[in-house]
Nanobody, 124 residues
């Protein structure tokens, strides 16, 4: 069982930056691939970024490529999402998620554990 707690959301103007963190419980963090996913009002949850257990593989949604960076610190059981050049369409609840395997995944259905979510609002 893995428990995930996100932090770092908030309100920012378009063009600004925010950094999200997700702290995970457990002693085998490096064996879990991690992902960030988001859900805007009235829309389905969508993939944002993922990172493999070792951190050597990262994948991004086309909509955030070049603006967002996912990283992890296995010694701290934490995964991060650095978001730059934010746009109003990035407004959503952002969820941290974990897979029980180390391979990164872009499908939301491949994740086994989820955090409670953190709100990110980008004003125009």
């Amino acid at each position: 069982q893995v428990q995930l707690v996100e932090s770092g959301g908030g309100l920012v103007q378009a063009g600004g930056s925010l950094s999200l963190s997700c702290a995970a419980s457990g002693r085998t963090f490096s064996t879990y691939a991690m992902g960030w996913l988001r859900q805007a009002p009235g829309k389905e949850r969508e993939f944002v970024a993922t990172i493999s257990g070792s951190g050597d593989t990262t994948l991004y949604a086309d909509s955030v490529k070049g603006r967002f960076t996912i990283s992890r610190d296995n010694a701290k059981n934490t995964v991060y999402l650095q978001m730059n050049s934010l746009k109003p369409e990035d407004t959503a609840v952002y969820y941290c998620a974990a897979r029980s395997v180390s391979r990164a995944a872009i499908l939301t259905t491949r994740y086994d554990y989820w955090g409670q979510g953190t709100q990110v609002t980008v004003s125009s």
